[in-house]
């Protein structure tokens, strides 16, 4: 699988980038993620409230302003609580509110940090908490939890106790106050799935079942939903995906593609019928009231490569509306002013694989054009092609890419001007190996260098041809001491010369080397 993506080094330059494992499965990841509509902002309905798809995958981004939070209305009485909820933010200020709860005179409920210090609190009694970190940059999922009859108050962060004291214990939470996100010391950074419960939880299964609660839960007696109704000041609402995605799909990188698994119960708006991979022939393999399954082919479905690493490749697909564009936007499209109206844009999925072998080098070319003089039109008409045998009549398929070739065989390359009207003839001007994508690559062999064979390198092989705008040669397939299972990559520089110029570099050949 794969395709052809551009890049410039200096004056012109095409890039080529295919790959085809010898490989087993490692890990994954996913990108892209953009399943609900109206994603740009929620709308009330006809009763004042988030149609039910949407009240999930939202989250609510403070910028430290003052008069910047979230708030909702307790109405029952409390004997225990737990609050769960996940954020990310910056630790570069001394005070901040994550959440509180009380009324004007009394905080009855808070987690917040001051002077640079974690607290708990409950009915005004605080615990410092400063032992661990409660914010990071990326996602975090928090639990607080109390119990009246014990008094234990304890934090919980990404499933393991960080925090833990005895608060009040005998002691209730009334109920008629304001539950408030950010607030009095103000807050910079991301909170989602904010929910409180009327339940303690105290067991290692219960504190991690939470972290899968990435909605707006009906059994929490003050839902997410009812933050997002109630903004104060300069909160921004705005499209959550990452910890949604995690909560409602699984991955599982398989030795001969990848399978993706929705849970259909956050997808309760898509017709299965109407999904596709990137090649639209490819539908879900399995269809139930629970799960939608789709399996894509590292060979086929349009999977792709998108990024090599010295001994491993990234292979991507896409699930997505049939008939809908695939991921890639252009610059002039990257904005509209169009409502969208419940449309899936794509749903990006993500494995890495590592070579098993280190006895067979694997090639993937790419190519560098450039010229010293004169105007080239387009960048995007020169090849390089990878041939099976030396009469270059069988070439290497896109789905072969990059090829595994066994030790001293040879490597039949070709690279060819596609369009004529551009020049009439080229030279190989370099050709350069790499052991990843970068052409700059501190470790890196040269095949041809200012037009010639490497003068130590016995095995390259120049091929006459009598079409223009083309030229041949192979070498004997080698691996790199340092990194002997990656991918080997082909960087080529092409000259553009006149052959009827009896001084150009066509003309002259290798008759000045």
Not at 3 to 27: D, E, H, Q, V, Y
Not at 72 to 94: C, R
Not at 150 to 179: H, M, P, R
Not at 221 to 232: D, E, Q, S
Request: glycine content about 6%; overall charge positive; charged content about 20%.
């Amino acid at each position: 699988p794969g395709g052809f993506s551009f890049r410039k080094f200096n004056a012109m330059l095409l890039s080529t980038s295919l790959c085809f494992p010898w490989l087993i499965f490692c890990t994954s990841a996913f990108d892209n993620f953009l399943p609900f509509p109206n994603v740009t902002t929620p709308s009330l309905n006809k009763n004042g409230a988030y149609p039910e798809s949407l009240q999930s995958n939202f989250k609510l981004a403070f910028s430290n302003r003052y008069g910047e939070y979230a708030d909702a209305q307790l109405n029952q009485t409390l004997h225990s609580f737990t609050v769960s909820l996940w954020l990310w933010g910056t630790e570069k200020y001394a005070s901040l509110s994550i959440f509180t709860y009380g009324n004007s005179t009394r905080y009855s409920v808070a987690l917040l940090r001051k002077n640079y210090s974690y607290y708990v609190g409950i009915n005004g009694r605080y615990h410092n908490c400063s032992s661990y970190s409660l914010l990071s940059s990326s996602p975090s999922h928090l639990l607080v939890t109390w119990n009246s009859g014990w008094g234990n108050v304890s934090v919980y962060k990404d499933g393991y106790q960080v925090c833990t004291a005895n608060l009040q214990q005998g002691g209730v939470i009334e109920k008629g106050g304001e539950f408030r996100i950010g607030g009095s010391y103000g807050f910079r950074g991301e909170i989602a799935y904010l929910n409180v419960y009327n339940t303690f939880t105290n067991t290692t299964e219960d504190v991690r079942s939470y972290r899968r609660r990435s909605f707006s839960d009906p059994s929490a007696i003050i839902p997410w939903n009812a933050f997002l109704l109630n903004t104060h000041g300069t909160v921004r609402i705005l499209p959550e995906y990452d910890i949604f995605k995690n909560t409602f799909t699984r991955l599982k990188c398989h030795p001969t593609g990848m399978e993706l698994i929705l849970l259909r119960v956050g997808f309760n708006f898509l017709d299965p019928r109407e999904l596709v991979l990137l090649n639209d022939a490819c539908r879900p393999t399995l269809v139930n009231s629970t799960h939608v399954i789709f399996f894509a082919n590292l060979s086929d479905c349009g999977t792709e490569v998108i990024e090599y690493r010295y001994s491993s490749v990234l292979y991507h697909n896409e699930v997505r509306l049939r008939g809908s564009p695939s991921r890639v936007v252009r610059q002039a499209d990257a904005i509209n002013r169009t409502r969208v109206e419940g449309k899936l844009r794509s749903i990006s999925f993500d494995c890495w694989y590592y070579m098993t072998t280190v006895h067979q080098p694997i090639y993937a070319p790419h190519i560098t054009s450039f010229h010293k003089g004169g105007k080239i039109g387009s960048t995007n008409g020169y090849k390089i092609t990878l041939y099976h045998n030396s009469n270059f009549s069988h070439a290497f398929t896109e789905q072969e890419y990059p090829i595994n070739v066994e030790m001293e065989k040879e490597v039949f390359v070709e690279v060819a001007l596609l369009r004529r009207e551009q020049s009439p003839d080229i030279w190989i001007n370099r050709c350069r190996a790499t052991p990843s994508a970068d052409y700059w690559d501190p470790v890196r062999y040269d095949l041809i260098e200012d037009g010639c064979p490497n003068a130590t390198d016995d095995h390259i092989q120049y091929y006459n041809t009598s079409r223009l705008g083309v030229r041949r040669f192979s070498f004997q397939t080698f691996r790199f001491n340092d990194y002997p299972s990656a991918v080997v990559f082909l960087h080529c520089q092409i000259q553009f010369c006149d052959p009827a110029d009896a001084y150009s570099r066509c003309r002259r050949g290798l008759n000045i080397c």
